[in-house]
């Protein structure tokens, strides 16, 4: 099965809201409502932001929200901060497997 | 506070084998399904496969590329995950990440450190 579809980057100011992509099928993402996020400094261990689409993990910022629509799941990130500078992965079930995107840089201006 | 820590990784011959171990504290290790995560320098991260709990049945998935070589099992008296790897390729170089897997949110809440496999001749 092939890897989820995101954009290799993005970008936006501080304050700044900026909406990362994930394009799946109907065999995944379309399918079930086990998507999920996961934020990733250099040199770090995958961090979860985001799980069942929509939903935060205790001590995750409130500016971190999830959305599906479709096949197609999102990541939004309001009032950018210096330190959402990272990857983002995103990640869905597959029946009996798991799918990770390729991943997208997120770089704070 | 859950503590994910892998070790086991190094250099290894293509065609080779090695036995990652990944020991765990802070959780109810039995009751845990746990997947193996994996990311190729400068790459993206794939998914491995993933064991669940005995008392769930105790049974494996696998990626297709890793299916056949690679062999995923628990010691639940000893906290410990494991990820035995045979006729190791190239491709399969990678820091490794143990974690947990929760089927009812289908995501991965906590993550060991990594270990880094090499497989190079």
């Known amino acids: 099965q092939s890897a989820l579809t995101q954009p290799p980057s993005a970008s936006g100011s501080p304050g700044q809201s900026v909406t990362i992509s994930c394009t799946g099928t109907s065999s995944d993402i379309g399918a079930y409502k086990y998507v999920s996020w996961y934020q990733q400094h250099p040199g770090k261990a995958p961090k979860l932001m985001i799980y069942?689409?929509?939903k935060r993990p205790s001590g995750v910022p409130d500016r971190f929200s999830g959305s599906k629509s479709g096949n197609t799941a999102s990541l939004t990130v309001s009032g950018l901060q210096a330190e959402d500078e990272a990857d983002y992965y995103c990640s869905s079930y597959a029946g009996q497997k798991i799918i990770f995107g390729g991943g997208t840089k997120l770089t704070v201006l | 506070e859950v503590q994910l820590v892998e070790s086991g990784g190094g250099l290894v011959k293509p065609g080779g084998s090695l036995r990652l171990s990944c020991a765990a504290s802070g959780l109810t290790f039995s009751s845990a399904w746990m997947s193996w995560v994996r990311q190729a320098p400068g790459e993206g991260l794939e998914w491995v496969g993933r064991?669940?709990?005995?008392?769930?049945?105790?049974?494996?998935d696998y990626a297709a590329p890793v299916k056949g070589r690679f062999t995923i099992s628990r010691d639940d008296s000893k906290n410990t995950l494991f990820l035995e790897m045979n006729s190791l390729k190239t491709e399969d170089s990678a820091v490794y990440y143990c974690?947990?897997?929760?089927?009812?949110?289908?995501?991965?809440?906590?993550w060991g450190q990594g270990t880094l496999v090499t497989v190079s001749s």
């Open positions: 974690s947990t897997y929760y089927y009812t949110s289908g995501s991965h809440n906590h």
């Open positions: 069942e689409v929509s």
């Open positions: 064991i669940l709990s005995n008392s769930d049945g105790g049974t494996t």
